[in-house]
């Protein structure tokens, strides 16, 4: 089910005290998401972003159902300034 060329570093920032960060839709989030993951819609993310702490070192692994809306996150959370971002896209990259 899982890469362990992607989930293996994942997995690690996520051990490590990292942001685990699903940005589907509540309705995605609540039909299945990843154990430990927060949820904040790609579509709420500049309002809410602050949620996430003010930390700029602390990971944060993203993924959504296609890839799309992650790195539309990932690039939002970089002009941001957070430097530990991994986009995994995918949750079943996970």
Do not use: W
């Amino acid at each position: 089910m899982s890469n362990a060329a992607t989930s293996s570093p994942a997995r690690e920032l996520i051990a490590k005290g990292g942001i685990l960060l699903d940005v589907r839709t509540p309705e995605e989030f609540t039909a299945g998401h990843l154990p430990g993951a927060i949820n904040i819609p790609v579509q709420q993310f500049s309002s809410r972003m602050g949620e996430l702490g003010n930390d700029p070192a602390r990971p944060v692994v993203l993924y959504c159902r296609s890839g799309a809306r992650s790195a539309m996150a990932a690039s939002m959370l970089r002009s941001a300034g957070f430097q530990r971002v991994l986009d995994i896209s995918t949750m079943s990259a996970y």
